[in-house]
């Protein structure tokens, strides 16, 4: 389907959706279910049991030819000469020259002349002109996946729910994945130990043709289909950050809480972005990204203005965490503020009492909060 065309695109499991009774929206162009009945419940299978999503919509890009690693090391905020086994994965940032964050995306190493890279639905026609503005000087191939769908199995019974539907042989292979490695299978399958939840489980490519069946038998297997609403509320409590929200082309990592994912080291790789990255650094970053824990009752949205001792920040994501029970936010706030520093969060004119804290509140199903 061309750029041009604005009609709604609808995955491979499309009619699975629509069978398991899914509530379609519109979503960057697709057609999907944000639930299938009741969103908290959604979240509650995937914290405590496992539950799937079709993220069919999301990008998958194979680069291949003999300067597909040097332009991947020109192209990204992270280094990709950290991956030196088959199979691994690495988060980064893609940045344009003022360091805005273009996308975020993970990249796999499958050989020195192979990688794999995972980027946003809503960002796929900027991400692509980009990349391929960036490749003139390289000798690189890149073609789109289209053939592929991807279901992300999520939850503390997901990877032992998944791999009971896998031979003995491959699940043994599988179950030896690392956290953040990917493992190509016959026909075309991919296997990563990856995912968007703050829970163990894999993220599977596989054929358009295949999806189907594969989603019927992790039905089957116990695995319940989980929509677009839940996930978001279960991305925000493990403070991971949602491209659009949190960060865009007007923030740069360093305010996005994405530092660790900047590699200046060595200091001979001249990435996209760097120079405005050194430079910010050096003068200073005035702003800082952080958690916030609702101490009031209410509910935490994006755009609410929070008020520090250090001055006024913003929200960039806010829910009602059902795990905790209580409102989250991320937030970005001025630089001096402090982790356990009170603050006050601006809703329908009241001022409403918030904590700072470590921008991550849920991990493998329980609080991150007990220490803040």
Wanted: net charge negative; aromatic share 8%.
């Amino acid at each position: 389907m061309s750029d041009k065309n604005t009609d709604p695109q609808r995955t491979a499991l499309y009619d699975k959706h629509i069978e398991a009774g899914g509530k379609i929206v519109d979503f960057a162009g697709w057609e999907m279910s944000i639930n299938y009945g009741s969103q908290v419940e959604e979240h509650h299978q995937v914290r405590n049991d496992a539950g799937m999503f079709d993220v069919s919509h999301m990008v998958v890009l194979d680069f291949k030819g003999k300067d597909v690693k040097s332009f991947l090391r020109h192209l990204l905020a992270n280094n990709i000469d950290k991956l030196k086994d088959s199979g691994k994965a690495l988060y980064s940032c893609m940045l344009n020259e003022n360091s805005g964050v273009i996308d975020d995306l993970i990249v796999y190493y499958l050989s020195d002349e192979f990688y794999r890279m995972v980027i946003n639905a809503a960002t796929r026609e900027n991400d692509l002109a980009w990349i391929t503005q960036q490749m003139d000087a390289f000798e690189v191939d890149l073609t789109e996946r289209t053939d592929l769908s991807m279901i992300a199995v999520q939850g503390p019974n997901a990877r032992e729910k998944a791999l009971s539907l896998l031979d003995k042989a491959t699940a043994e292979k599988v179950a030896e994945l690392k956290p953040f490695f990917g493992l190509p299978l016959e026909g075309g399958r991919f296997y990563a130990r990856t995912g968007y939840t703050g829970e163990d489980g894999f993220e599977i490519m596989i054929s358009n043709e295949e999806a189907p069946e594969l989603w019927d038998a992790l039905i089957k297997a116990g695995v319940k289909p989980i929509g677009l609403g839940a996930r978001d509320t279960l991305r925000l409590e493990a403070g991971m950050n949602l491209y659009g929200t949190d960060m865009d082309t007007s923030t740069s990592p360093l305010v996005s809480g994405l530092t660790w994912t900047i590699a200046l080291s060595p200091e001979d790789r001249d990435f996209l972005g760097r120079k405005v990255l050194e430079d910010d650094k050096l003068a200073g970053v005035k702003e800082k990204f952080v958690g916030l824990v609702l101490e009031d009752r209410g509910v935490l949205r994006s755009h609410q203005k929070v008020i520090t001792e250090s001055g006024e920040g913003t929200i960039t994501s806010g829910t009602f965490s059902p795990t905790l029970k209580k409102a989250i936010a991320l937030a970005r706030v001025p630089a001096g503020t402090g982790l356990g520093e009170q603050c006050h969060v601006e809703i329908r004119g009241k001022k409403l009492a918030a904590k700072v804290v470590k921008p991550v509140f849920v991990r493998n199903g329980k609080s991150c909060l007990e220490n803040t």
